[in-house]
């Protein structure tokens, strides 16, 4: 863990280089100092449909969710949702010049519980 999902309007494709979104975000994650290597995710969909706010087209968003296991500080957590929040605006501002947007991300706590993934070859083959 951590796996960072994101959706966004599908307009906002054709403004930013999404895949490269997508290793910055990485990067991000990994810049913390909180992450393992092997256990960082980042995925992005564009949105199939949409209606945002007076239903108008074109209105562009980008909303993250990042999940990770337990056992780091309230200042950890606050402080990874701060710099990956921090890590996409500067990566999509210049991108999106005065257009209207909507950023946003949200960090949420896995229960180790209802968590199964004893299958992970990742960290074995980055290791050899």
């Known amino acids: 863990m951590p796996h960072l999902s994101y959706d966004h309007a599908a307009g906002l494709s054709a403004l930013a280089d999404m895949p490269g979104f997508a290793d910055h975000m990485r990067r991000a994650m990994l810049d913390t100092g ?6 960082i995710r980042v995925r992005g969909h564009a949105a199939s449909s949409e209606s945002v706010a007076d239903g108008a087209p074109g209105w562009l968003w980008l909303d993250m969710q990042v999940r990770i296991g337990q056992g ?12 990956l929040y921090a890590a996409a605006r500067a990566f999509l501002e210049p991108c999106l010049g005065d257009r209207p947007f909507a950023l946003s991300l949200e960090l949420r706590e896995i ?3 209802f968590s199964a993934k004893s299958w992970n070859t990742v960290h074995a083959a980055l290791k050899g």
Do not use: H, I, N, W
């Open 111 to 113: 229960d180790p519980r």
């Open 72 to 83: 780091r500080s309230e200042a950890e957590k606050t402080r990874v949702t701060q710099a």
């Open 34 to 39: 909180l992450f393992p290597l092997g256990g």
